[in-house]
């Protein structure tokens, strides 16, 4: 059973940078493509970036290209976020989760287990 807990968010000036972690507990998370979703105050959950489980292919949204980058250590059961050049729209609870693929190719995913999720705050 996935059980992700997230880590790394904080309080940060624009244009600063944060490293976002997500552990799995239950050590499965390699079986699984990982992903990193935002939710601002009253505005919906969005997925910001995904990878595939062997981490050979990255998904982003279009906001976020060239400021975030996804990555994955198998040996750890850990999927990262790396934020830079941060502003303060950003601002934000980010969740990790753990899906598989929806179709027939890796992306898109049905999400299947979800973290608490960490804040991010980001200070203009």
């Known amino acids: 059973q996935v059980q992700l807990v997230e880590s790394g968010g904080g309080l940060v000036q624009a244009g600063g940078s944060l490293r976002l972690s997500c552990v799995d507990s239950?050590?499965?998370?390699?079986?699984?493509?990982g992903g990193w979703f935002r939710q601002a105050p009253g505005k919906e959950r969005e997925l910001v970036a995904a990878i595939r489980t062997t981490g050979v292919s990255t998904y982003y949204t279009d906001s976020v290209k060239g400021r975030f980058t996804i990555s994955r250590d198998n040996f750890k059961n850990t999927v990262y976020l790396q934020m830079n050049n941060l502003k303060p729209e950003y601002t934000a609870v980010y969740y990790c989760a753990a899906g598989v693929r929806a179709g027939t190719s890796w992306y898109p995913i049905t999400w299947r287990s979800w973290g608490q999720g960490t804040q991010v705050t980001v200070s203009s």
């Open positions: 239950g050590r499965t998370f390699n079986n699984y493509a």
